[in-house]
């Protein structure tokens, strides 16, 4: 028992996935551990888990850019989910860069604060946007989506260059190990995480 999700190769055109893999590049300093969030509020890194990088920076007018053009193509994300639109949404931005070793354990994006009182938006619909230096330098890096039930196998996406995946934040999934044989930063897994939020009040 799947979700739904989708899959959109070439999502934005050839200039903004190279563009974008410039930008995380050239900022590599920028970069920091990724954390991982508790239902307490609290955040601790933890290896096993996940391990990648997460830009610490402001993403600029790359940011407006990518997000610009995230909301023309909206209506269809949230079709190819399952999802119904929601009015006035926040776009929440991340952008990742994975190296060799890296992965991410099963999980959901959905929030699961104990302590919601302070909660103004919530998670709705997951997108990752995915880029890297061609050909490839690395292999492995799957995201997969897993069945709400637990009953059948994954099913793997290549996080190719240019690809958007979209699903419900509710839906579990995963990114299997990677390998990146150089080590080098600029030879790695590159994404940009757009969630879309909803209003709750
Ligand atoms: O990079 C991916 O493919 C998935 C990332 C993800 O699930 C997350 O950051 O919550
Ligand atoms: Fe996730």
């Not at 888990?49 to 949230?78: C, H, Q």
């Not at 995946?165 to 995480?193: C, K």
Request: aromatic share 10%; with cysteine; proline share 6%.
């Amino acid at each position: 028992m799947f979700t739904k999700f989708g899959v959109f190769d070439d999502a934005f055109g050839s200039e903004l996935p190279a563009r974008l893999l410039d930008f995380a590049i050239a900022n590599e300093d920028g970069f920091e551990t990724t954390m991982t969030s508790y239902s307490d509020g609290s955040e601790a890194v933890d290896t096993n888990f996940r391990t990648s990088k997460r830009f610490v920076g402001k993403l600029g007018d790359i940011g407006r850019e990518y997000r610009a053009a995230f909301v023309e193509i909206m209506p269809k994300l949230f079709e190819a989910a399952g999802v119904p639109m929601v009015e006035n949404p926040l776009l929440e931005n991340e952008l990742i860069a994975t190296g060799d070793g890296g992965s991410l354990a099963k999980h959901i994006d959905t929030l699961t604060l104990d302590n919601r009182d302070d909660v103004e938006s919530e998670r709705i619909l997951s997108t990752v946007y995915y880029f890297h230096r061609q050909p490839r330098k690395f292999s492995g890096g799957e995201i997969e989506i897993h069945p709400l039930d637990g009953r059948a196998d994954p099913k793997p996406v290549e996080p190719r260059h240019g690809r958007l995946i979209v699903f419900p934040a509710f839906a579990p999934h995963s990114v299997r190990g990677l390998t990146v044989p150089s080590r080098r930063f600029e030879d790695g897994r590159f994404s940009l995480n757009c969630w879309v939020r909803y209003r709750t009040r």
